[in-house]
């Protein structure tokens, strides 16, 4: 879909800035972009993540608050502009992840639930035993999963009347991210979230665009407590004046992974891109029709725009989410402290010439697709007493490039097949991962100077909405390439281990009977 024409932009505006907000697991970030496309400047604040119990991940929907504004006011602050200088803001989330909140005050009624979170592992196990699998599926395009936010709710809304026998639901508001901070930054004026964040929360009807009363009911969420679902490009409202001095347009909602992907220009069936975050996030856009997977793949919203004769335009996509990539590598410093950064993972993969037989299984959060194992654990296999640390820490990144490649022969059964890769996210700094996925895959990796699509889209979305830009496609095309990684010397290997590794997968496999966390 191209629903861009090329006009005059004006002059005015491109004096201006767009800025992006990425919020998301670990962190959120605001990038102040120009009119090139180029970043200008940004921020960056780490999130506390919480585990109250096994299986439990949760965020404190304050601070998420308190550091998106603390990131706006020190990218305005540092490049040394007024607020007026910014000509829309474009907002992208980590979408699962959801909440509720009082109306009146703006208190939060509990930490948000992460989507990583596995607490609602056993309702969805009931959910599968009612035999409501097929028609949660038909109607949203989503596996019946405790990734999704549904479950999160419901269980979100039980807590709460549990605490307060005596709550008042026409006080009660919902969300996911996005949700809480279109909220927050206008001042409570907005109660709103887009189609591709809606999609995700298994319980908006992916055909019609609008929230599934059936679904509703299905998990006792009273509709009066969920935003309004709107095209991700088009305005949402305006900043609260308080904040920053000036009511700035919020133009572009976007779950992060749809960002990325419209960062990309992934516009057309067949093109595909893959986020290496906190989770590994591939997705192929469908075009305007819904893609069904017979590979146990996500159908979901791309994004949805308003054209020109007022019609509402929906992009559709398949995606393989996986849970645990950058996760893994923040696991081996903060949990295990076999490293001390990221960073360090590459030279030490490097040191060595192999795995020495190890294999790692990336379930620390259950698998995601294609398998979709909630009972699945993380595991070190092949272990013998030759095996160093950089064996251990080389066969963790093997294992990222391993789901993606599972990930990617399921989306060649199902669409066309896949001949280049287009990459983003942090680890894909790490150059020997980069090789190795070549490798794995036989394809060539894509790997953009800017790294962080999803803030990225968020502005372009933005920034396309108010005609701060007006040729999508020439935008997209302006997005400079760092590096292409080709298949190499390792192929052969690679793709002979792989076999290995869908073993000890195997054997990770409907490992936990009880769910009860």
């Known amino acids: 879909m191209r629903p861009y024409s090329l006009l005059t932009t004006h002059y005015s505006l491109l004096m201006k800035y767009i800025l992006g907000l990425d919020l998301g697991t670990t962190g959120n970030r605001a990038i102040l972009f120009n009119a090139e496309g180029a970043i200008a400047n940004q921020a960056y604040q780490e999130l506390t993540q919480y585990y109250p119990q096994p299986g439990y991940l949760e965020h404190d929907p304050e601070e998420i608050w308190q550091d998106t504004y603390t990131c706006i006011q020190q990218v305005i602050e540092e490049t040394g502009i007024a607020a007026n200088a910014i000509a829309a803001i474009g907002l992208s989330v980590q979408r699962e992840t959801c909440l509720l909140w009082e109306k009146t005050t703006g208190k939060p009624l509990h930490k948000a639930i992460v989507w990583q979170d596995r607490r609602t592992a056993s309702m969805c196990r009931q959910l599968q035993a009612r035999g409501q699998v097929e028609i949660i599926q038909e109607r949203t395009g ?40 279109l909220w927050k930054l206008t001042g409570g004026r907005v109660h709103a979230t887009d189609h591709s964040n809606a999609s995700r929360t298994m319980l908006m009807n992916l055909a019609e665009g609008t929230w599934d009363s059936q679904l509703l009911n299905l998990f006792q969420i009273p509709d009066r407590i969920m935003p309004q679902i709107q095209p991700s ?48 996030f591939l997705i192929a856009h469908t075009g305007e029709t819904i893609a069904r997977s017979h590979h146990q793949l996500l159908s979901t919203v791309a994004w949805t725009q308003v054209l020109a004769n007022g019609k509402t335009a929906t992009s559709y996509a398949l995606e393989a989410a996986m849970f645990t990539t950058g996760a893994c590598i923040q696991w081996l410093r903060d949990g295990l402290k076999l490293i001390n950064s990221a960073a360090e993972t590459e030279r030490l993969a490097r040191q060595v010439a192999d795995t020495n037989g190890v294999y ?58 896949i001949e280049i890769l287009k990459v983003d996210g942090g680890a894909c700094q790490n150059d020997f991962l980069m090789q190795f996925q070549a490798d794995a895959l036989g394809i060539p990796i894509e790997r953009p100077v800017v790294l962080e699509a999803t803030a990225q889209g968020a502005a372009f979305g933005a920034g396309l909405a108010i005609g701060y830009w007006t040729d999508y496609q020439k935008l997209c095309q302006s997005r400079k390439i760092d590096r292409i990684f080709e298949p190499g010397t390792g192929a052969t290997s690679a793709r002979d281990n792989f076999i290995t590794w869908l073993k000890a997968v195997e054997r990770a496999q409907d490992w936990i009977d009880n769910f009860d966390f």
């Not at 307060?164 to 996911?176: I, W």
């Not at 960062?263 to 893959?274: L, T």
């Not at 064996?391 to 097949?417: F, S």
């Open 142 to 181: 989503l596996i019946v999963d405790a990734y999704f936010s549904a479950t999160k709710l419901a269980w979100l809304l039980d807590w709460v009347r549990s605490q307060n026998l005596n709550l008042d639901l026409d006080n009660v508001l919902a969300g996911t991210i996005d949700t809480w901070i």
């Open 233 to 280: 490009l088009g305005r949402f409202g305006k900043t609260d004046p308080q904040l920053f001095g000036e009511a700035i347009p919020i133009a572009a909602v976007f779950g992060d992974q749809q960002a990325a992907l419209f960062a990309h220009g992934c516009d057309r069936p067949g093109m595909v891109k893959c986020t290496y975050g906190t989770g590994c």
């Open 360 to 417: 790692f299984v990336p379930a620390l959060s259950g698998l995601g697709a294609p398998r979709w194992d909630m009972s699945a654990r993380g595991a070190f296999m092949g272990i013998t007493g030759g095996v160093q640390r950089e064996h251990m820490v080389r066969a963790v990144l093997e294992a990222i490039a391993y789901q993606v490649k599972d990930a990617i022969e399921a989306m060649n059964q199902d669409a066309t097949t």
